[in-house]
């Protein structure tokens, strides 16, 4: 980590000519192990996030509510942003996206083992109903399928809500990536978890940016030169991709 520290001095002094605050303060959802309130880091992208602004001397706060509000909410001006989504067209007119993908992940559908689900296209959920989840990104293909061919959906605004739902046959079928799967069934019993399923062939794959709001753009330049910084450190982005996400190859 010597090679990190060594690049304080050296970022700090290149900084915007806007005076940049002592802390700063971003919405978020409950997404682990990525972000997770109940750790005390609270999660391991939120720990990077606050190992890129503490290059600076900057504090970062993370503000937990609900997915959809925390969009919302992080275009306030008491907000530099919110952490973290997936690419989508709206997103990138309300908020600038930083450069570099902080996470990829790859999301399965989940369901029961008694539901003969064989999914190879879309249009294999036609029979049942999806779970989806509020304020979260879905794939423009995965949307259009669910219109164009009628297919039921039902929406829950926590997470933690999906499998519970699937389990009371509130829904067939729900999307997560597979890592906030395995942390989100820790908290069921050996005999519900004996009874979920999920498909082999991924729902999609997505990376994950951190969403900077425009009233603050100066955060937008910080962020991108310091986490070029951190994943310039071939130790530091090992352990990352151990615990936490895979990361792409710096251009």
Partial sequence: MKFIFSLILLLSVNVQSKPLAKRVHITTGQWPPYIDQSKE???????????VFALYGIETRFVFMPWERAYQDGMKSEF??????????????DYIYTKHAITQEVSRFYHLKSLPL?????????PYTLLLNKGLTYPDDLLTSIKNHNIKTIEATYTNKNFPLILLKRADVMIMNENTAKVYKHSLSASQRAILASQKKPAYVKQGFLLINKQHKQYAKLFNKGLYALLEDEEYVSQYEKHCSKVTALP
């Fill in 80 to 93: 530099i942003g919110s952490a973290y989504w997936y690419f989508s067209e709206q997103r990138s007119e």
């Fill in 41 to 51: 880091h609270q999660g391991c992208v939120a720990s990077l996030i606050k190992d």
């Fill in 118 to 126: 064989k999914y190879h296209t879309y249009t294999d959920l036609k």
